[in-house]
């Protein structure tokens, strides 16, 4: 039992360039999210997802787009990166219901723009 | 949206026990509160939820008066490995978002 994996760990991109970040969770929940964490500004929702084929738009959601195609995973893409998108991103898995269920998250993901 | 407001920073020594409050003047009525731990490089984790009074588990204690606009952790007798930061979060509610603030970092000291 993984819980929630991240790939890749880290990356650097070039303005401009896309890439997707893949989360996986093997605990059969139905709700994931995308979180980005930056010093000083504590963790952000970026999008969200209530179940396989849905998806949410969360606090920051601008330059970032997402899917949910299997249950189990969670992709999150930036077309365009830009250097205000260096960051570590988080993803994080619950198992259903109200938002206060435990969310637990994967071990990170650090993305550098130059 | 419920707020919470949490120290920055605080500062222990192995063996001590450590009360960090968290204020949410604003919590709804139905909001519960919950604590992660973040170790640096990794992702948070949860330690302890509650919605009133006091809930205990074997990592720590959340102790909540009745008017519900703060809460306190406590951590018994803290170690090094518990070096680390602590959010406060409480459920917003019909927005549907958890609210992450600074958290307070602890640090931990021989």
């Known amino acids: 039992n993984a819980g929630v994996t991240q790939t890749p760990k880290f990356r650097v991109l070039k303005t401009g360039q896309s890439m997707t970040l893949l989360c996986a969770q093997d605990?059969?929940?139905?709700?994931m999210y995308w979180y980005r964490q930056d010093p000083g500004m504590g963790l952000r929702l970026i999008h969200y997802?209530?179940?396989?084929?849905?998806?949410a738009k969360g606090e920051v959601p601008d330059g970032y787009n997402v899917s949910r195609l299997k249950k189990q995973n969670f992709l999150l893409g930036l077309e365009s990166a830009a250097p205000s998108q260096t960051s570590v991103y988080f993803c994080a898995s619950s198992h259903q219901g109200a938002w206060q269920e435990t969310q637990y998250f994967g071990p990170g993901t650090r993305l550098l723009v130059l | 949206l419920a707020k919470t407001t949490q120290p920055i920073s605080m500062d222990s020594y192995e063996g001590q026990e450590v009360n960090i409050t968290c204020s949410h003047n604003n919590i709804a009525t139905n909001d519960y509160i919950t604590w992660y731990q973040q170790f640096p490089s990794q992702g948070p984790r949860f330690i302890i939820q509650g919605y009133k009074t006091k809930v205990t588990n074997e990592v720590a204690s959340l102790f909540i008066p009745a008017d519900r606009k703060s809460s306190t952790l406590s951590l018994p007798r803290v170690s090094l490995s518990d070096t680390a930061v602590y959010y406060c979060l409480v459920d917003a509610g019909n927005n549907r978002k958890l609210i992450w603030g600074l958290g307070t970092s602890l640090a931990v000291n021989p």
């Open positions: 997802s209530v179940g396989e084929g849905t998806t």
């Open positions: 605990m059969n929940h139905e709700y």
